[in-house]
């Protein structure tokens, strides 16, 4: 929608049981008598209130702008993965000369709406910006007219894992990967990197809520455990899931070790497993209920700019390794014979299931 300054625009919002819709207009002049139509189905594109958020994040935004500014290609062929309507409008700004395939696995058709939508709104051509039909990122020659990709991007952002753990979206190293016959020789990939952190955590609040449930009121519950997730109190040697939980929503929460760091994932090789183990020891005592961990993600080769998803950040949701039991721990080592003063963790990444394992050791 095109807009002047000083002029008016009329926000409508309408409700349903379980969401809220909003209708942008040009103001209507005072002379037009006509209602506004609540029930006007215009063409919409749902995101959910976090990547709204994000999306509003002058930080973030002046982050994914420098990265990609930075790469300072000439007439670049950019493949943007992902869902990332933003980062396809932002390639196709930068230069006026590049030619984007946006792929959009989640998005597809409401996705390549919105984007000739906005395009056309910003007098860009839709003859630079192209979403390709097919679903999987499996781009031949053909698809990319003879010529080698110079950039491939995102954020990573995909429709179908919003509000899942974060090492969901390492879906772009695979991606990419797909992608390996059609890249040129110094082709850019943005993030070029991944880092999986962790911090150790008393969440008394969160653990307490995720307890194995028993008999209550004479009868077995404990059948549903597995499909509610719970982890408290299971019975060896069962181990509780990886749980999606924004930390800040957790109730009482308190660091009990510093950031550090479990896996690396270079984005710039084809993927594969890989196996870390770090040590770490406590830097406040208390009680230990789990791990937090998210991804750090290096948006350029210099790490200079980085997009943090851990738990400082309010947009993104962590992965929650909690423990069978709470353990208590020490600042300085074993000050009695029921503390710990450290902690080591192993992480396995697979990515033939995506999944990550992880064991841990107190000490």
Known sequence: MSVSRGEEVLLE??????????NLNVQVPKTDTRQPDHN?????????????????DSKWRSSVLAAVRNAGRVNPLCVVVDDSIFLTLLAANLSKTSHVLSLFPGLREKGAQYLETVVKANGFSMDRVEVPEKREPCLTSHDTRGKKVDMLIGEPYYYANEGRLPWQNLRFWKDRTLLDPVLSEDA???????????????????????????????????????????????PAPKEG???????????????????????????SKPISSCHGTAQVKFTEGGICHGFVLWVDWIMDTDNSIVISTGPEHRYWKQGVKLLSK??????????????????????????????????????
Request: with cysteine.
């Open 13 to 22: 919002a309408s409700h349903t049981e379980t969401s809220v819709s909003y």
């Open 40 to 56: 006007i189905r215009d063409f919409q594109l749902l995101l959910s209130p976090e990547r709204i958020a994000i999306y509003g």
């Open 188 to 234: 850019l990939i943005m993030p070029c990197k991944g880092i999986l952190k962790a911090c150790a955590m008393s969440l008394p609040d969160l653990w307490s809520s995720r307890c194995c449930l028993g008999d209550v009121e004479g009868f077995d519950h404990s059948i549903v455990n597995t499909t509610l997730g719970a982890c408290g109190e299971l």
């Open 241 to 267: 899931p990886f749980l999606p939980f924004s930390i800040w929503q957790c109730g009482e929460i308190k660091e009990l070790s510093e950031i550090f760091t479990v896996l690396e994932f270079d984005f």
């Open 326 to 363: 709470p353990v208590a721990v020490g600042i300085n080592g074993c000050d009695s014979n029921s503390e710990y003063g450290s902690t080591i963790v192993e992480a396995l990444f697979e990515p033939s299931s995506s999944e990550l394992i992880l064991k841990h050791a107190f000490l």
